[in-house]
């Protein structure tokens, strides 16, 4: 998809912030610092419209980015983070629990694991958590230009095994620095929005 538009519309942490136009949402969740501001950069072909920072834990809200008028990506905070405290990280649990799991707009999400390691017990919890709810999930592995090409397949195979992958789950390798996955990244989301 070329994107010709995209604009962040709304920090939001409560339902009646979220927007009322009823366009697909693509929600967005990962551990911190596994690169979720640079996929969505990358993604709408611009260089800082999600703020990425080397410090873990700075989304703290419910990111709604609006794409071409047709569609929502919505970042929200990155899970298995340990400097906030426990009660931050139970209102943003419940925050998150509550987008997904009411959303009717909330088409697939979108869950970024780092091909380099195999996926954090929090990585299989949250993919465990959503499979259980019945959430579409489409799992993109990041940061591929950091492994040799040779090693893509058996690194893949890593994120599948530990995740437990349902075999209906795409799973996209993805490097927000070459933009490889990207048209594959686009047209899996594009399927997930057109459906009814």
């Not at 298995?80 to 426990?86: D, E, I, M, W």
């Not at 259980?132 to 489409?138: A, Q």
Request: glycine share 6%; hydrophobic share 35%; with cysteine.
């Amino acid at each position: 998809m070329k994107v010709t538009k995209a604009d962040i519309v709304i920090s939001a942490v409560k339902p009646e912030q979220y927007p009322e136009d009823q366009l697909p949402e693509i929600g967005l969740a990962g551990r911190s610092n596994v690169g979720k501001s640079s996929f969505i950069n990358k993604m709408i072909a611009r260089k800082n419209l999600a703020r990425t920072s080397s410090r873990p834990g700075k989304t703290q809200t419910l990111n709604f980015y609006i794409i071409n008028e047709q569609l929502y990506f919505v970042d929200v905070p990155g899970y298995g983070f340990a400097k906030v405290s426990k009660s931050e990280r139970e209102a943003w649990g419940r925050m998150i629990e509550r987008y997904i799991m009411e959303r009717p707009q909330l088409k697939a999400v979108v869950q970024l694991v780092d091909v380099r390691h195999a996926p954090s017990k929090d990585d299989v919890m949250m993919y465990d958590w959503l499979k259980y709810h019945d959430i579409p999930v489409i799992v993109v592995a990041t940061k591929c230009d950091k492994i040799p090409k040779g090693k893509w397949e058996k690194h893949l195979k890593v994120v599948r095994d530990t995740l437990k992958k349902k075999p209906d789950d795409p799973l996209i390798l993805f490097s927000s620095e070459t933009g490889y996955g990207k048209d594959a990244a686009w047209s899996t989301i594009l399927g997930y929005t057109q459906k009814k």
